[in-house]
Structures are given as structure tokens and as C-alpha cells.
């Protein structure tokens, strides 16, 4: 019977087997589609605003000092492979403390479980996998817009998904009355995934209060916040503010979930660190969902890297290094806050008659620019200028060099026709 199914498994009409004929081309990830088209474009004067990895001001890639410091250090010791669990427990130890508090009871309790993860993205596929495998038939609600990733995330560990209300075209900040009719109107007991700071890809994030009422209505719906934590201390320079959102929620009682990742705050994009916690009801509960994670985890990959676990918990765990560290973050974020202004500026004085004023209010690492696909691709056509469709702009991929270059190029695409005269809505 077995060899009979075998042959015809293997058979087809040449007799030769045949594999993988049925498999289409996967759809081409947004995000490196830019980069290719950049990559192959040979202008000169072509500017990249897809991805968004810290760049200098001469746009290139930087090392951090207080990485390298990180590295010396490291360099003259030994580490083996059978104390990586050791340190994988200083790794997770020095990342919860700065989300959740250095002095926080969560930390002093030890009322968390953690795993190192494959950056931001393994740490949301580990909770996506945990989410399904205990609370099968459990839905993630993802803001409407979100970072593109998230949608393949939950949905490559089968957990169902549905949006709420975030982002608002016409005033290019946050529907907040339409966000709040979301949170009461979901079943009680739902997922979300929430973005603490900086949110990808608008860039506006919602106030202090607005912060207070949803953990209130979370609260109130017994709703489980998973928060995706990828810009904390590049955002305003300081690790603490950037942490706020997640400190009231942590204040008003909540058990939350959090995925961290280093790769914009240290620099480290290729390294792949990140960090997945579950805040849990006590020690015991603690140790029973770390081990599931882990159990998850050597199903997916084994065991995470070493090296660049290595490099951000010394950057953690030395005061002088850390404290070097937080200089360099307040560096970046000045530079991203200057190019902003920087733009705004051009925009204004180039007599564009729409209302600009959005990039200067979104924060960290991307601008939302309210573009149409049709411009974005004029901008690339006419201009060599790479962004994604939806008008989302890498502000580290502005310099003092290419700024001017970049406000000329959109004043150009943005001031005749009717996508010109949607964006003038609210200035009018």
C-alpha cells in the first residue's frame, strides 16, 4: 500500500517527478521593494526613505560608540556556549527594566516571563504563537495602519485579525473618538497590539491623557495589551518618556506583553535582538509561560545568537557604557527632530500652499507624509526619491545634504491636480 501511494505521489505524465511546480512568487515585502528600486537606480542624487535604520548626516550607517566600547569589552573575555543561558538571563533581566522600571514591582517581584528573541519580529511571532496555542480561536486587533509585518506575523501563526480605528487622513492625526468606539465594541477579553511610541508607519502617537483613558477602557473590557516596543529613547532621547505609555498601563494593574527590539536604539539592525516579556500573577505563573516560550522558541530556531546578546547587555549592565549610550540616542533623535523642522521650513518657503504641519508633529523615525501612491511614484520616476506607497518617509534617510533636494521634489509633485487639493483640506 505505502509503495503504491509513493508511486503515485512521484508520478506524472513524463514519469519524472516533478516539485514545487504549483508554488506562485510570493508578493514582494513593501518595505525591500524600495530598497531594490533604490539600489538599482544610478542617479546620483537618488535618496532612500524606505527603510528605517538610523542613518549620519551624510547619510551612512553608524557604529555606535558606546557598540564598539561594548565590543572591546567583550573581545577580552571568553564566553562558551554552556553559559549562554546565564547571560541570555542578564540579557532578558536588563531589557524588562527598562520598559517596565528599573524599580518597578514587576522587577522586584519577578511577576514577568522573558526570552531573548530574533529582534522585534521573532519577539511578536513568539507572542503570536503563544496567543494561538492558548487562546485558540482568539483574535489580534492591529491599528489601522500599522507596520506592514504585523499583518504576516499573525497571520503565518494563524491567529484571525482585525483593525481599529487609529490613523485620521483628513485632520493627519489620531481618530481617537472612532479608536475609543473600537476598544468598547470589541468582545470582551480581545488582543490588541499597541505601539508605545512612535507609531509605524504615522508617527503620532496619542497624548498622555488619551494614553490614561484607553488603559482605562482596557481596564474596564478586560482587554490583553501586547505592545510593540521598537524605538524606545529614539523617539524624544529619553528612555523613560518613551516608556510612558506602557507605565500607566503597568500602574493601573494591567498584565501586558511587550516585544523590544535593539536594532534602531543601538544600531544594531543585522545583529537580530530582541526580547519578548509577559507580565504574569505571580513568580510561579512567571516560570511556566517563560518555558513555554522557550519551549516555542526551539521549535522555531533553537537558540538565539550570542554575540550581539552579548553586546547589549554589557551596554546595560555598565553604567558608563549605558550612559554613553543614552547620549548617542539623544544625538539621533536631535537629528531626526532637525530634519523635520529642516523640511517643514523648505516646504513653507517654497510658497507650497498645503499645510505641512504634520511633520513636525509626528515623532521619531518615519513621516507619514499624507503623498498618493500616484505621487510617491512620480517622485521616484522624476526624482530618484524611494519611499513606500502609502507615503511613508524614513526622516534618517534626510540630510543636511539632500533636504533642500527632497523639499523641491515634493513641492513639485504636491502643487498642481486634485491629490494637491485633498491634501489642502485641512489647511482650509
Not at 280 to 292: H, L, N, P
Not at 384 to 392: A, C, E, K, N, V
Request: aromatic letters at 10%.
Amino acid at each position: 500500500m505505502l509503495k503504491r501511494c509513493l508511486t503515485r505521489a512521484l508520478s506524472t505524465s513524463t514519469g519524472v517527478a516533478r516539485w514545487w511546480g504549483h508554488v506562485d512568487r510570493a508578493p514582494k515585502d513593501p518595505i525591500n521593494g524600495v530598497t531594490e528600486a533604490f539600489l538599482a537606480d544610478p542617479s546620483s542624487n537618488k535618496i532612500n526613505l524606505g527603510v528605517g535604520a538610523y542613518l549620519d548626516d551624510e547619510g551612512k550607517p553608524v557604529v555606535l560608540q558606546c557598540v564598539r566600547e561594548a565590543e572591546a569589552k567583550i573581545a577580552a573575555s571568553q564566553f562558551l556556549g554552556s553559559i549562554s543561558t546565564a547571560v541570555s538571563s542578564k540579557f532578558v533581566e536588563e531589557s524588562v527594566k527598562l520598559v517596565y522600571g528599573r524599580d518597578s514591582d514587576v522587577i522586584k517581584e519577578g511577576t514577568y516571563a522573558g526570552v531573548q528573541a530574533l529582534s522585534g519580529t521573532g519577539a511578536c511571532r513568539l507572542f503570536a504563537e503563544l496567543q494561538r496555542r492558548f487562546y485558540p480561536g482568539s483574535m489580534i486587533y492591529l491599528p489601522d495602519p500599522t507596520w506592514s509585518n504585523h499583518h504576516n506575523i499573525w497571520r503565518d501563526a494563524q491567529v484571525c485579525k482585525r483593525t481599529f480605528h487609529y490613523y485620521d487622513p483628513d485632520t493627519k492625526g489620531i481618530n481617537f473618538a472612532a479608536l475609543v468606539d473600537d476598544i468598547k465594541n470589541a468582545p470582551n477579553g480581545s488582543f490588541f497590539l499597541l505601539h508605545p511610541c512612535a507609531h509605524n508607519p504615522t508617527g503620532i502617537d496619542p497624548t498622555e491623557e488619551q494614553w490614561q483613558e484607553i488603559s482605562y477602557l482596557f481596564k474596564v473590557k478586560n482587554h490583553f495589551p501586547f505592545f510593540d516596543m521598537a524605538y524606545q529613547g529614539v523617539v524624544s532621547g529619553d528612555l523613560e518618556r518613551d516608556a510612558n505609555a506602557i507605565r500607566i498601563f503597568l500602574k493601573d494593574g494591567h498584565l501586558i506583553g511587550c516585544a523590544q527590539s535593539f536594532a534602531k536604539n543601538m544600531g544594531l539592525y543585522g545583529h537580530r535582538i530582541g526580547c519578548v516579556s509577559v507580565l504574569c500573577d505571580d513568580k510561579r505563573q512567571g516560570v511556566t509561560i517563560k518555558g513555554q516560550l522557550q519551549q516555542i522558541a526551539r521549535a522555531m530556531y533553537g537558540s538565539p545568537p550570542l554575540h550581539g546578546m552579548l553586546l547589549v547587555s554589557t551596554i546595560l549592565g555598565d553604567p558608563e557604557i549605558k550612559t554613553l549610550w543614552v547620549k548617542e540616542m539623544k544625538v539621533m533623535a536631535n537629528r531626526v527632530q532637525r530634519m523635520r523642522a529642516t523640511l517643514h521650513q523648505v516646504l513653507e518657503k517654497l510658497g507650497s500652499p498645503l499645510n505641512w504641519e504634520h511633520i513636525t508633529n509626528q515623532v521619531g523615525m518615519f513621516c507619514f507624509s499624507g503623498l498618493s501612491p500616484d505621487q510617491v511614484d512620480q517622485l521616484a520616476r522624476d526624482f530618484h526619491i524611494y519611499m513606500t506607497f502609502d507615503g511613508r518617509m524614513s526622516m534618517a534617510g534626510v540630510t543636511t545634504g539632500n533636504v533642500n533636494y527632497l523639499a523641491n521634489a515634493i513641492h513639485e509633485v504636491t502643487r498642481n491636480g486634485e491629490e494637491s487639493r485633498i491634501l489642502c483640506r485641512i489647511s482650509t
